[in-house]
């Protein structure tokens, strides 16, 4: 209806990956980025504007070219999120999604208790 066509899912899909870049030729563990690319990186894959953005076109203040490219966005901070590849810290790590963050081996062992036998 719009016309708007695949260009915003696209660009703004790849978009925020695209501090990466930065810190090509950087020297860095496996598994990290460019320690230039991380402040970028970061502000990039923060929820806020994208969400922002998509509010402001759905009210009417912003195109609907600007709703196409906010949920892209979104949905490429979403994603990477979900497959572990959130925001990084100042070595270009990977960083928890929550200070709280525990995998099952950091918990503490469960007391078991076993069953009565006629109980």
């Known amino acids: 209806q719009h016309g708007l ?3 915003p899912v696209i660009l703004f899909g790849i978009l925020p990956h695209m ?7 950087q020297p860095r563990p496996r598994g990290h ?8 990186f970061n502000a990039l894959h923060q929820p806020l504007v ?4 998509v509010g402001l076109a759905l009210i009417g ?3 609907p070219l600007w709703l196409v490219a906010g949920l892209a966005w979104l949905g490429h901070i ?3 999120w979900g497959m572990g590849d959130g925001l990084r810290t100042r070595d270009g790590g990977h960083r928890p999604a929550a200070a709280s ?3 099952r081996a950091d918990l503490p062992p469960t007391v078991t208790v076993s069953p009565v036998a006629g109980g």
């Open 5 to 7: 066509g695949l260009v």
């Open 19 to 25: 501090p990466v870049l930065l810190g090509i030729r």
């Open 33 to 40: 980025i460019g320690t230039r690319a991380v402040p970028l």
């Open 50 to 53: 994208p969400v922002a953005i």
């Open 61 to 63: 203040l912003l195109p």
């Open 78 to 80: 979403v994603v990477d």
């Open 101 to 103: 963050w525990r995998t």
